[in-house]
C-alpha cells in the first residue's frame, strides 16, 4: 500500500471513530479530554485496520470458492481512487448525519472492490460481489462486537471504581 492510501484509511478510520465515540464522550461528561483523546486514536487505528482487511477478507474468500489456488496473481489492495470515498462514507457515521446515506456509500464503495476482485480472481462478478459483501459484514458484525465488549469492560470498571 502506498502512502496516500495509509493516510485515507487513517483519516477514514479516525472519522469513523470520531462518529462512533463523540456521541458516547457527550452522554457521559466525566470522561477526561486526555482518555477522549486515547479512545479517538484508538479507535482511528482499529477502524483503518479493518477498512485496510476489506479487500484482503474478500479475496481470501474468493480464494476459497475457487478450486485452483491463485498463487501468481497480485494481491487485492487499496488505491487511493478506491479509499478516498471511504473518508466521506466515514463523515457519514456521525448519527444524525444520515446512517443510510453512511450506508449506500460504503456499498458503493464494496462495489468498488468488486471488478478488481472478479478480474484478479476469475471468479464472476456476483460470485466476487458475495465475496465483498460476506467480508464487509463479518468485518463490521466483528469490530461491533469489539466495540460491545469495551462498552461492557468500561462499564463494569466504572462501577468498581465507584464501589
Known sequence: MSSVVVVL???AGLSESAGRILPLIARRPSVS????ILLLLTGAVVEGTVFAL?????????ELMLSAPLSSVAASTWTPGLAAPLVLAAVLAFPLLGP???????VGVG???VAPLATTTGLGWWAAAGCVAIAGVGLGAAIETVRRLVVKISATRGKELLT
Open 111 to 113: 462495489a468498488s472492490l
Open 33 to 36: 479530554r486526555s482518555h477522549a
Open 100 to 106: 443510510l446515506l453512511h450506508l449506500l456509500l460504503l
Open 54 to 62: 476489506w479487500p484482503l477478507t474478500a479475496r481470501t474468500l474468493a
Open 9 to 11: 484509511l487513517l483519516f
